[in-house]
């Protein structure tokens, strides 16, 4: 990956699940200026203007405020004001619709949150820094 600093936004009201991986991409890719977390989409809304390289969503966002828009929604929003964003859907969701609406509409990554998913995401992050430089 070339020098210049790169930033992740992390959307994703487990706390804790937010911070393993936020210290995992942090291990993996030292070069990372920034990694944020959002507990709820609607506050990642907010910061689109610093322009991430990365988003990475997961699927059920209102664990801690039930008004929160769930990540699809809050995808279809970024899209509108950032079509070319860069967005890796996290989710323990096991509908095939959202995860195929996630990828066929909105061309985003889908990830399935199990025991391989944080390896799954640096293949994907490693993929998508690689295709930005050419």
Request: hydrophobic share 40%; proline share 2%.
């Amino acid at each position: 990956m070339d020098q210049i600093k790169k930033n992740i936004f992390i959307v994703e009201d487990n706390e804790v699940y937010a911070k393993s991986l936020q210290t995992f991409i942090q291990i993996r890719f030292p070069e990372i200026r920034e990694i944020k977390i959002f507990s709820i989409g609607e506050t990642c809304l907010l910061e689109l203007h610093r322009n991430p390289d990365i988003i990475i969503m997961d699927y059920f966002l209102n664990s801690k405020y039930d008004s929160a828009d769930n990540g699809l929604e809050i995808i279809k929003r970024i899209k509108t004001e950032k079509p070319q964003a860069n967005i890796i859907l996290l989710s323990i969701q096991e509908k095939l619709n959202v995860a195929v609406e996630a990828i066929e509409e909105y061309d985003c990554i889908y990830v399935q949150k199990d025991q391989e998913a944080f390896h799954k995401v640096e293949q994907f992050i490693k993929t998508i820094f690689i295709l930005k430089n050419c």
